[in-house]
Nanobody
Framework: QLQVVESGGGLVEPGGSLRLSCAAS????????IGWYRQAPGKERETVSC??????????TYAESVQGRFSISKDNAKNTVYLQMNSLKVEDTAIYYC???????????????????WGQGTQVTVSS
């Protein structure tokens, strides 16, 4: 069974950092892209960052709102993708979801394509 499980969320002060993890099981990262989304209360879901499959070069993309502050990476041996979030802002507060998809160009269209596999989400709260 294909599954992704997020962890690492929590409460942090503005300017602080968190690292989210997305542990994949039932598949590997050679042929699956991993995308991070977030949704704040009363707001629409939005893209955050994406890393393509190893077969597609593990290329990364970022939403403009997090460019330069967030960094996505993967540990193939652990079958895990990380989202390092630095210089956090109050507006980064949301539930963060990890997703997976086999579409080769998923990361170029993940703002419109609905991923096939979703995690349960992890809460990130940025507050003083």
């Amino acid at each position: 069974q294909l599954q992704v499980v997020e962890s690492g969320g929590g409460l942090v002060e503005p300017g602080g950092s968190l690292r989210l993890s997305c542990a994949a099981s039932g598949f590997n990262l050679d042929d699956h892209a991993i995308g991070w989304y977030r949704q704040a209360p009363g707001k629409e879901r939005e893209t955050v960052s994406c890393i393509s499959s190893n077969n597609m070069g593990a290329r990364t993309t970022y939403a403009e709102s997090v460019q330069g502050r967030f960094s996505i990476s993967k540990d193939n041996a652990k079958n895990t993708v990380y989202l390092q979030m630095n210089s956090l802002k109050v507006e980064d507060t949301a539930i963060y979801y990890c997703t997976a998809d086999t579409f080769d160009y998923f990361c170029y269209q993940y703002d419109t394509v609905n991923p096939t596999t979703w995690g349960q989400g992890t809460q990130v709260t940025v507050s003083s």
